[in-house]
């Protein structure tokens, strides 16, 4: 156990449709990474918080957005959803904003299926 | 642009023989940090180890060891008397400052490995 927690663990849902996935860091991590698996991309870095603040964008589509709140929790928001972002959303987190000082702890994963 | 290559996509094996994954990077950077992780059946990545780039020591932990290598970029896995239990797919990945001083981790494509008993 990381100590991540993601919720919710399996969604399926329609094309055009919005979800929101949310994820509890591991006590005490102010960093916050989302990540994309998916068969033909592999692990894609999206975006990171750290303490609040958008720290770092990877390959984040316009659709979608995150935020970190004042508790520390992120959620990812995907809208419009297509059939392409059927995919293992992967959250992890880290003591500090700078990922070479230490492991990323990653949760389970929300697996996402658009119909 | 930072890269990991992870030129082996599947590779199977004998339970108890040694296996070596291996891992490719590229990066203009001095100072970086490599990763590999394992995402077994069940999905979850699990942190196996870290190496900065001035640290060119290999490492053992029990059945594993790394072998990292700055002349050929690489930083390669090898696991000694393979279990059942290592099937799994591994991931290198390799992190450099991006901008504003925050590092972004790039991830190879995995190598899966199954351990036929």
């Not at chain 1, 990474?33 to 609040?52: C, E």
């Not at chain 2, 082996?8 to 040694?18: A, L, N, P, R």
């Not at chain 2, 180890?49 to 290598?69: A, K, L």
């Amino acid at each position: 156990d990381s100590g991540v927690t993601q919720t919710p663990k399996h969604l399926i849902t329609a094309t055009g449709q919005r979800v929101t996935l949310r994820c509890s860091p591991r006590s005490g991590d102010l960093s916050v990474y989302w990540y994309q698996q998916s068969l033909d991309q592999g692990l894609q870095f999206l975006i990171q918080y750290y303490n609040g603040e958008e720290r770092a964008k990877g390959n984040i589509l316009e659709r979608f957005s995150a935020q970190q709140f004042p508790d520390l929790h992120s959620e990812l928001n995907l809208s419009s959803l297509e059939l392409g972002d059927s995919a293992l959303y992967f959250c992890a987190s880290s003591v500090g904003d700078r990922v070479g000082t230490g492991e990323l702890f990653f949760g389970e994963g929300s697996r996402l299926t658009v119909l | 642009a930072q890269k990991v290559t992870q030129a082996q996509t599947e590779i199977s094996v004998v339970e108890k023989e040694d296996v070596t994954l291996d891992c490719v990077y590229e990066t203009r950077d001095t100072t970086y940090y490599l990763f590999w992780y394992k995402q077994p059946p069940s999905g979850e990545l699990v942190f196996l180890i870290r190496r900065n780039s001035f640290d060119e020591q290999n490492e053992i932990s029990g059945r594993y060891s790394w072998n990292f290598q700055k002349s050929t970029s690489s930083f390669n896995f090898t696991i000694t008397a393979s279990q059942v239990v290592d099937s799994a797919v591994y991931f290198c990945a390799l992190s450099e400052a991006g901008s504003g001083g925050y590092q972004k981790v790039t991830f190879g494509t995995g190598t899966k490995l199954q351990v036929i008993p």
